[in-house]
């Protein structure tokens, strides 16, 4: 029997949040870390470290500002980025969208599905983990 691997990837968003992100970037600093400013907010994603690949995945942009997302485990890719404000987080995944869950599930973040898209919206520092089509007991297989 043909096994179809199930895409139950832990899309974790090691997003690294601050409050404080500097006005004035120097030209050097601005093409390393780009800032992007949606309404009242300003977000800065960082360059994705050499050792590491893009994921074949998921995609990710805070407001207007695309995000690199890194694969790096079997079980999980991670972004990072810092904003300050109100931020729409929107994730994209190399399929359609039948599950999600964002942790902690204390902070009770709801989000909105539209085919391969999760969008939902932070406005303060957090580290959230996004759970994308997740197989209960395990990966699947």
């Known amino acids: 029997m043909l096994t179809r691997k199930v895409w139950s990837l832990l899309l974790v968003l090691a997003i690294i949040f601050t409050s404080w992100i500097p006005q ?7 093409a390393s870390a780009p800032q992007a400013v949606q309404g009242s907010a300003i977000v800065q994603s960082y360059p994705m470290p ?3 690949t893009a994921s074949q995945v998921y995609s990710l942009k805070a407001g207007s500002e695309a995000v690199p997302v890194i694969e790096y485990l079997p079980e999980y890719d991670y972004a990072e980025f810092s904003f300050s404000g ?3 987080i929107e994730v994209t995944a190399d399929e359609p969208i039948t599950s999600y869950s964002i942790s902690p599930l ?8 539209d ?3 999760l969008t939902f919206t932070l406005s303060s520092s957090t580290y959230v983990i996004v759970d994308i089509n997740e197989v209960p007991g395990g990966k699947g297989g």
């Open 86 to 88: 109100t931020v729409s």
């Open 24 to 30: 004035s970037v120097g030209a050097s600093d601005s």
């Open 50 to 52: 050499s050792i590491y």
């Open 115 to 117: 085919g391969n898209k």
């Open 106 to 113: 204390a902070k009770n973040i709801q989000g909105t599905v």
